[in-house]
């Protein structure tokens, strides 16, 4: 099994790592999360990355959720390792 990253982005300010990590986990094994954040307040800059446990489960994961909303945000998720958009 190849893990595989996953970009993120429409996350709101106040997003958590484990709020991320259980959207994507109906979706294959979540092995690492991090969220981007601010230096100065630690708040969400917008964005993370996700890795999931293959290469299927990331594409099914973007399938799924890439252009869906999440609070007032539109979600934009892809595969970061180049191998699809």
């Known amino acids: 099994m190849s893990n595989c990253v996953v970009y993120v982005g429409g996350l709101s300010e106040a997003a958590s790592d484990y709020q991320l990590r259980g959207l994507l986990?109906?979706?294959?094994t979540v092995v690492h999360v991090c969220i981007i954040r601010y230096r100065g307040n630690q708040k969400s800059a917008g964005y993370g990355f996700v890795q999931l446990g293959?290469?299927?489960?990331?594409?099914?994961?973007?399938?799924?959720?890439?252009?869906?909303?999440?609070?007032?945000?539109?979600?934009?998720?892809?595969?970061?390792?180049?191998?699809?958009?």
């Open 25 to 28: 986990e109906a979706y294959g």
């Open 54 to 85: 293959s290469h299927e489960e990331a594409m099914r994961a973007v399938a799924a959720l890439d252009g869906t909303k999440l609070g007032d945000n539109r979600l934009r998720l892809f595969v970061t390792n180049g191998l699809e958009r």
